[in-house]
């Protein structure tokens, strides 16, 4: 006998009409109602802006849970992997939805290593750009310009062509990003170390010079691989749900790619990790009338509101927040008690503290988030605060390019066009301009 369809009744009061929409049940976490038939059955749109009740798609690679503050990338814990992984272990996991095999991982990584030079003419698209332009700025226009290198035809069904760009999409970032900081600070670009890791060449490309030897601190190094494992993956987060819709009408990876860093540089989303220090050196300056700014966030007149807090999702502790301020704490401790960057940290601990006993952040369920505390271990290894949505960008490339493969991938997968509630005026005659009002 087969099994009876879990469904949920749906009755239109104003004509008594019913229906039934199928519920489909996740592996794990909230289960949805499957409303594609809504229209057709009962000649109605969800009306949903921002998506907060909207699940766009089936995936596989991340799982998060709000309530509990769970972030999972393909089932292992966030804490387990910041803890005993690397970022491109997990880069191979979102890709695959499995940990590499060593004899996997070596091959992987070797296939990073190989493909992190950028073709010669791309200096060129660099030296187009202002001195003082924004990296982000750089980084949309130069990974959108990988399309015109790498993009020969325009079979995104390939299976082979989709692993190249996938591999070239990862390898590039780096070295995009540090020749983006090269670049506005006048110096000399710089050629990834075929025998560097991953976060130790993106440190050497970044801040090495011609006239001396650099060997990047080795904390910072592990550092810079911990933020990478955080910021790798993020669910349907707005640059992700971006690069979703733009491959979805078969547009090739780097535009799609091109099209989410442009989603994350907004300060409500990727952006949040510059805006959180320059909001903390205002505190500081203010002679940490931290109570001020707390009002302020909480005055609906007033459009402050505390960067770094709250999260559309996590109605609980961000736990990459949690892992961030532990790390933060330790490197500050690494470069000496002393460091400009303490008072900054002491003044978030302040904040968080003094927030996470006001009803108006206990009541919203608003805790720090990713951001919050990420923007201090950068300053502390010396990466300025305009590169550090760049850094943020480099991390969750893998993330993005996943979920654009898993959406090649899927038989389901249609071009995104979402309906409106419509407002407008109602149909009328053209008036002739001498004959208007
Ligand atoms: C990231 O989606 C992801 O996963 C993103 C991300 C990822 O990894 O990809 O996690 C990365 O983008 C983290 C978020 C970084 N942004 C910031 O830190 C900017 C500050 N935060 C806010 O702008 C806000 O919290 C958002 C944008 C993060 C979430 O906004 P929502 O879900 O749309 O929530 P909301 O604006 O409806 O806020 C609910 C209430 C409102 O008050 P009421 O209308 O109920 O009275 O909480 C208030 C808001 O005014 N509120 C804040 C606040 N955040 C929300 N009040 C003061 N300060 C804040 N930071």
């Known amino acids: 006998m087969s099994e009876k369809k879990e469904t949920v009744t749906l009755t239109d009061n104003s004509t008594g009409e019913s229906i039934e929409l199928p519920i489909i049940r996740p592996t794990n976490g909230i289960p949805t109602i499957d409303v594609r038939s809504l229209y057709s059955q009962l000649g109605y749109f969800t009306f949903d802006p921002g998506f907060v009740s909207t699940a766009s798609c089936r995936s596989k690679i991340t799982f998060l849970d709000g309530e509990q503050g769970i972030l999972q990338y393909g089932g292992y814990p966030i804490e387990q992997l910041a803890e005993q992984s690397n970022y491109l272990e997990v880069c191979y996991l979102l890709l695959h939805g499995e940990l590499p095999s060593a004899e996997e991982y070596a091959e992987f990584k070797n296939d990073i290593t190989y493909h992190t030079a950028l073709h010669e003419a791309l200096k060129r698209f660099f030296s187009g750009f ?119 009408s078969e547009s090739n990876p780097f535009a799609s790619i091109s099209a989410g860093i442009a989603s994350l540089w907004g300060p409500a989303h990727g952006g949040a990790n510059e805006a959180v220090i320059k909001m903390l050196v205002d505190i500081v300056e203010s002679d940490n009338d931290v109570p001020y700014y707390i009002n302020r966030a909480k005055d609906k007149e007033d459009r402050f509101r505390l960067m770094g807090f709250g999260h559309r999702v996590y109605k609980n502790h961000d736990p990459r927040a949690t892992i961030i301020r532990e790390t933060c704490h330790q490197l500050l ?57 760049v850094i943020f960008a480099m991390s969750r490339s893998v993330g993005w390019i996943s979920h654009w493969n898993e959406m090649i991938n899927d038989p389901e997968s249609k071009i995104g066009r979402p309906r409106q509630l419509y407002e407008g005026a109602l149909p009328r005659d053209f008036v002739e301009i001498d004959q208007r009002s």
């Open 130 to 248: 202002r001195r003082d332009a924004h990296p982000m700025a750089i980084m949309v226009g130069v990974v959108g310009a990988l399309s015109a290198f790498y993009h020969k035809h325009k079979n995104l069904h390939d299976e082979d062509y989709r692993h190249k760009a996938v591999h070239r999409l990862i390898a590039k970032m780096p070295t995009i990003a540090a020749w983006s900081y090269r670049y506005a600070n006048g110096l000399p670009f710089t050629y990834p170390q075929n025998h560097l890791g991953y976060a130790e060449n993106f440190l050497h490309m970044t801040f090495s010079l011609p006239t001396e030897e650099y060997v990047p601190d080795p904390f910072f190094v592990k550092a810079l691989d911990l933020i990478m494992i955080l910021h790798a993956d993020h669910e349907q987060n707005a640059s992700t749900s971006t690069v979703r819709l733009a491959g979805s």
């Open 333 to 389: 401790e690494h470069v000496g008690k002393g460091s400009e960057y303490q008072e900054l940290f002491d003044t978030a601990v302040e904040i968080e503290r003094i927030a996470l006993e006001d009803d108006y952040f206990v009541s919203r369920n608003l805790y720090p988030n990713v951001d919050f505390y990420s923007g201090i271990i950068l300053l502390a290894m010396g990466i300025p605060l305009n590169m550090f949505t």
